[in-house]
């Protein structure tokens, strides 16, 4: 089976979801990656004097290491702008969606949910435009695709974003996560393995706790779809 995930930035396959593709590869599905920027405009670029061009270049050799490491059938790295997804005409971005799944024919296309877990609008914009891109394909007849699906994180009720009394962000609710993957020792130790490879990004991950956030659990929501329980794996009960 193939599975492709579209993410706007370098090291987003990497907080979590790369345990889940360490599992898939190694279970024999073909998983492919599409990032829609090289995520050269992080603020982490002004420590090691870079411009947005050549900490882009840093990070796509990284990524280059993530690959290989994972085991994916295939990775394309885009040059949208970093930061500013937001300011393109969304259909630019839906073509290029629909294009690459064109290529890969996945049946399971991933990316983030609604929120965007962090609720940075690069991630916002990706939701959006992969889900439009799904949908029209699948109106028009797209029958190799059977799943849209979005990782994420269960709301706890904790916060996890506050400023000057805005609201906190709000993951998904319990109900709606319709699919939790239990990592194995070595699907963990992949995801470890895959942040290392983010040397120019060390301080950001170490910072961000993220090991300890996923834990032994990814969960997802699929669009469309309900299921209670959850389901344990994501290309399970697959529609026709």
Request: charged content about 30%; glycine content about 8%.
């Amino acid at each position: 089976m193939k599975l492709l995930y579209v993410f706007p930035h370098p090291d987003d396959e990497s907080f979590g979801p790369a345990a889940v593709i360490h599992s898939q590869v190694k279970t024999g599905h073909q998983v492919f990656l599409l990032t829609l920027t090289r995520g050269g405009a992080t603020r982490e670029r002004h420590k090691l004097g870079m411009t947005v061009e050549q900490m882009g270049e840093v990070r796509y050799k990284e990524m280059l290491d993530v690959e290989r490491l994972l085991g994916l059938s295939g990775m394309t790295v885009l040059d949208y702008p970093d930061g500013a997804l937001k300011e393109l005409d969304p259909r630019v971005l839906e073509r290029e969606v629909e294009a690459h799944i064109e290529k890969v024919n996945p049946e399971i296309v991933v990316t983030h949910p609604v929120h965007g877990v962090s609720g940075f609008h690069d991630h916002l914009v990706a939701h959006a435009v992969v889900k439009r891109a799904h949908v029209k394909m699948v109106e028009a007849g797209a029958s190799s695709l059977k799943r849209l699906a979005f990782v994420t994180l269960p709301d706890s009720g904790a916060p996890t974003w506050m400023s000057d009394g805005w609201p906190r962000l709000k993951l998904t609710e319990e109900e709606l996560i319709d699919c939790v993957v239990s990592l194995e020792d070595g699907d963990i130790e992949a995801m470890k393995g895959a942040l290392a490879c983010y040397a120019s990004y060390r301080d950001v991950i170490e910072k961000s706790g993220v090991v300890e956030k996923i834990g032994r659990r990814v969960y997802f929501e699929i669009y469309g779809e309900e299921f209670s329980p959850p389901l344990k794996d994501l290309t399970d009960k697959l529609r026709p």
